[in-house]
């Protein structure tokens, strides 16, 4: 159960979430490392998590689960726990026996995580036994992305959409929904948003409709009533909300095999104030995420990497309130693998299995081991070693984080990190010149080239908006990267992008001009018939026969011969040599460019090439 309380009686903020399984709540403060500096906060407090955690107990039963530790308690505890990653169980406590130390951490596996971990595995198979052969086989193809998507038919669609609504009209009384719908009811009754929760149900509208409840409420309490009815984007996060996305813990790392995008967290990457501002900054991009119609079709695939360095240092605060926060979001996951090192780090993952849907339980898989080990059984489902940005070493390769204006300005369909599609055109450079995207664009090029070239100025922007209706009518948009230190994906306004399309008719233009004026230099030729022989001369770098090579001989035999001369009588020696190869039957060809023909070139021509060959060959020997 969520409590949010705005302020203590000392004027910080705070946000209390209490658990009534325990009777026990975690109060969050503002830590003194983190807000004044000028109060002489030492510089190991600012290392620490920038969280202050205190336990409230009414009273604890005494069977109840041994208290957690602050942060700043933990240095003063000596010995065994004082090194331990994070929270740690306190050492009176008679469960902190000492098992056997696991690889790459310096934390004792306790006996209540190995209850944990027992409890994990237990619940796992509870789930999956509850399932019949053909449901294991389904979610199993869900996993690995091929499985079949469901036909959205328009009279599917509106039979769904009633369903949903009778679902809400029976359960919404008392609830945020109801709120909502009394402040601005086009904006919950949008046919878009409600879509939006059917595509994350797989269309299961009594599903949706407890999932478009929940969100409501926890979107109450993150942003106020004020913000319910409105789309959030990055101007509703304060600085802290900010910071928060800017730690990089939440990331984007392209797509799976089957073309899903692949959301990854990374636990040891946390750094917030307040733990209300991890929470908004997640909903607002799990949201933009939810949001896109690509995430909507195929899904999303969800990764935990906390694999040794990268591992939760806060001990899982606020680890149920983050899962919570995920599932009132209408995005569908079709896979969710957890990568964590050791007992510890999966004994953590009790406090999130327990909450999770029963399907959602069986698409989830947990790997245990180093990096190495974790990022090899990514692969298997889909999921390159590239795109989990985490060297052997341990560290991280930090890509883009987050991006968009988050203003919703007319030139931008959206205020959430871009993940490019194969309809997309991006302008990066050469490396991503092979897009699907870009091949279009430049085939329209070479289709319209002639009549952009013959229109006037005026009509020259008829051309090109229409080029770019024709590949947003795909589905594709232009993008380009921002040129900042933390550098993303935005899309590029329409005068850049006219800008640049007519840049590449003029280039088209000259491309075109280059190849007549080569044709024209070899027209005098007469074309052959089949491939060279081994005779002939072919001239140019890619085409070596034993004729050329006879002739570079004769060349370098006859070299002093033909400085000595003067310009008048040099072409003697030419002469000789080129009736020397013709005498042996060679011939003097030219590749005709742009396709496998050769032309036999004219007297003069080949003349002309032998001279160029003799004085090539004396600026070379005088180097």
Request: charged share 25%.
């Amino acid at each position: 159960m969520l409590n949010f309380a705005e302020r203590t009686g000392s004027g910080a903020v705070m946000l209390v979430w209490s658990y009534p399984t325990n009777n026990a709540s975690i109060r969050l403060q503002k830590p003194t490392a983190y807000y004044s500096r000028r109060r002489g906060t030492t510089d190991a407090d600012a290392n620490m998590r920038r969280i202050a955690v205190s336990i409230r107990t009414h009273p604890p039963p005494s069977s109840q689960a041994p208290r957690l530790m602050s942060v700043f308690d933990q240095q003063r505890v000596s010995n065994n726990t004082a090194s331990c990653f994070g929270f740690c169980f306190s050492p009176e406590d008679p469960n902190h026996d000492v098992f056997t130390q696991q690889k790459n951490s310096q934390h004792k596996v306790t006996r209540d995580e190995e209850r944990k971990k027992k409890e994990v595995d237990d619940h796992f198979t509870a789930a999956f036994n509850k399932l019949t052969f053909e449901e294991r086989q389904r979610q199993q193809e869900v996993l690995h992305g091929v499985d079949e998507q469901i036909a959205e038919e328009a009279t599917f669609i509106h039979s769904t959409l009633q369903e949903l609504d009778n679902h809400l009209k029976r359960i919404k009384q008392g609830s945020a929904y109801e709120m909502a719908e009394r402040l601005d009811p086009e904006y919950v009754s949008a046919r878009a948003f409600r879509v939006m929760f059917l595509r994350g149900n797989k269309y299961d509208a009594r599903i949706s409709a407890s999932q478009m409840l929940r969100f409501f409420e926890v979107k109450q309490k993150l942003f106020g009533v004020e913000k319910m009815v409105k789309d959030i984007t990055l101007e509703d996060l304060d600085e802290d909300d900010r910071a928060s996305l800017r730690s990089g813990w939440l990331q984007l790392h392209g797509k799976d095999r089957s073309g899903r995008l692949i959301f990854v967290q990374y636990p040891g990457l946390r750094l917030f104030k307040n733990l209300i501002n991890e929470l908004r900054g997640k909903f607002y991009f799990i949201m933009r995420l939810a949001q896109s119609e690509e995430a909507q079709l195929k899904g999303i695939v969800g990764v935990i990497y906390a694999v040794e360095e990268l591992r939760d240092s806060t001990g899982g605060i606020g680890f149920v309130e983050n899962t919570q926060v995920s599932l009132a979001i209408p995005v569908y996951v079709a896979g969710f693998h957890t990568c964590c090192s050791d007992v510890r780090e999966y004994a953590l993952f009790s406090l999130v299995v327990k909450v999770l849907p029963a399907k959602l339980i069986s698409r989830n898989r947990i790997h245990c081991g180093s990096h190495l080990e974790c990022q090899y059984r990514l692969c298997s489902f889909g999921i390159s070693r590239l795109q989990i940005n985490a060297l052997n070493r341990g560290l991280l390769m930090q890509s883009y984080l987050f991006g968009g204006d988050g203003a919703n300005l007319p030139n931008s369909t959206s205020s959430m990190a871009i993940q490019p599609n194969a309809n997309d055109v991006l302008y990066t450079g050469n490396k991503t010149s092979n897009n699907p995207g870009n091949h279009y664009l430049r085939n329209l090029v070479i289709e319209l080239w002639q009549v952009y070239d013959s229109a006037s100025n005026e009509k020259k922007r008829v051309v090109v908006d229409e080029m770019v209706e024709k590949i947003n009518s795909t589905g594709g948009r232009f993008l380009r990267t921002t040129s900042d230190e933390e550098p993303y994906w935005v899309e590029s306004p329409i005068e850049e992008v006219r800008i640049k399309v007519a840049q590449m008719f003029r280039n088209q233009k000259r491309a075109i001009k280059r190849v007549s004026s080569r044709q024209m230099n070899v027209i005098d030729g007469t074309p052959i018939a089949g491939s060279p022989l081994p005779s002939d001369v072919v001239f140019g770098k890619s085409h070596n026969t034993r004729g050329k090579e006879y002739m570079h001989h004769q060349i370098r035999e006859r070299s002093e011969e033909y400085n000595a001369l003067d310009r008048g009588t040099k072409a003697t020696v030419v002469v000789a040599v080129m009736e020397t190869i013709k005498g042996k039957g060679g011939r003097f060809l030219q590749p005709i460019p742009y396709s496998d023909g050769f032309l036999e070139v004219s007297d003069e021509k080949a003349r002309e090439r032998i001279s160029k060959y003799f004085r090539n060959y004396r600026r070379i020997r005088h180097k």
